[in-house]
């Protein structure tokens, strides 16, 4: 293992460049989905679980926890309020409660800033360990990852880092540590839930074990299902129904979108049915490709996957090309580049990923009814393109991957 000293060493000045970009973007302004995780900090402090509750939360609670005890922190260091957001409670809900206005101190955004930051260090230091620095250093400084870590101050760079992990142990058949990150990883955001099969296609005795994952993944929900009570619900009233019912609908059931960017090319031949099995077809795809590429190294399955799941996903959201960066990158470097501008100026200006109009040209094209969907049916048909390409070991580039 490279020296973490050195490697941080070696990439200081694009890690000082990220930081003072992300601090720039604290002091800017914040995507929609920040207001999101202020309402869960405030939730999980007064009131009970998020499940059931907080609709807009669709993933397994590790990060929710994170964003409970910044909140906790924040307001017993009596955090300067910078911003207020309202919440109200779903309609479903069976008490009736007033709606509530959430104020965010400081410190809760910036505690998030700093937790997300380091786990992006994190993806530096594997990326350059797994494939090469020019990745490494691509990752650290584009725009799009330090927007959607600082400005929209997701959590998908926590996943991102705890699946480097796993590919990173797995290769060096620690089995033990190789299977906590990968649930860790599965329990921060589910995209990699059907890695493990992947996983089984490739070696069934040597991988068996990572199917313990999904085990891990269901034990994280339990506590919630089975204590909801808190000081402002009447101990009478049972939720337990209302975890079931959000962890099933809001978690396992969720769609991001019913786009279907892809399959949406079937509307030249009057085939507009695809909605009712789309999600099918969609896992069914997933699936045969892990089996076609079961020969493959597990970097290589990595990019793969990552690439079909956006190029064959049902919803289409703007933060999935952060899944494909790297992939993309090593493909080339130009086209990395490109995708990570262009969606970079189109997430910051929006703040609501790229549905809103960006510019007179985009204005056109959305009533035209053309655009984004026209946008992100190319983007799906180029990621099928290169994991095709992965599929077959060809580097077209010679900055490519180590495993290539």
Known sequence: MKSIKLVFEKFKIQIAISLIARISLFFIGNGLDFYSWAKIGYIKQEYFSHYGVMRQYNYGPLFSEVLS?????????????????????????????ESVTIQIG???????????????????????????????????????????????????????????????????????????????????????????????????????VYLSSYILFAASFVPYILSFSNKDIPSSHSLNDIGIYGIFND????????????????????????????????????????????????????????????GFTPGFQANYLLYVLIPLYLYSKNVGILISSYFSIIIFRVGNYYYTEINDLSTSLNQLDIYPALVDTFICIFCIFVAAKFSKNISLDSRSSKHL
């Open 69 to 97: 005890i910044f909140w906790k922190i924040s307001e017993f260091t009596q955090s300067r309020i910078i911003d207020t957001v309202l919440f109200s409670f779903p309609n479903s809900y069976p008490i009736s409660f």
């Open 106 to 208: 400081f410190n809760f955004k910036l505690l998030l800033l700093f937790f997300i930051f380091l786990f992006d260090l994190i993806i530096l230091y594997l990326l350059s360990e797994l494939f090469n620095s020019r990745v490494a250093s691509f990752w650290i400084v584009n725009p799009y990852s330090i927007l959607i870590s600082s400005f929209w101050l997701r959590e998908d760079s926590i996943m991102i880092a705890f699946i480097l992990l796993f590919i990173y142990f797995y290769k060096k058949d620690k089995t033990g540590f190789a299977l906590l990150f990968l649930s860790l990883s599965i329990i921060t955001k589910h995209l990699f839930i059907f890695f493990p099969v992947w996983l089984i296609f490739k070696n069934f005795k040597k991988n068996l």
């Open 251 to 310: 978690v396992i059931n969720y769609r991001a979108s019913n786009q279907y960017p892809l399959l949406s090319l079937l509307n030249f031949f009057n085939i507009d049915s695809y909605e009712i099995w789309g999600s099918l077809f969609f896992y069914l795809v997933i699936l045969l490709i892990g089996y076609y590429s079961r020969n493959q190294s597990t970097t290589n399955s990595f990019l793969i996957y990552l690439l079909c799941i956006v």
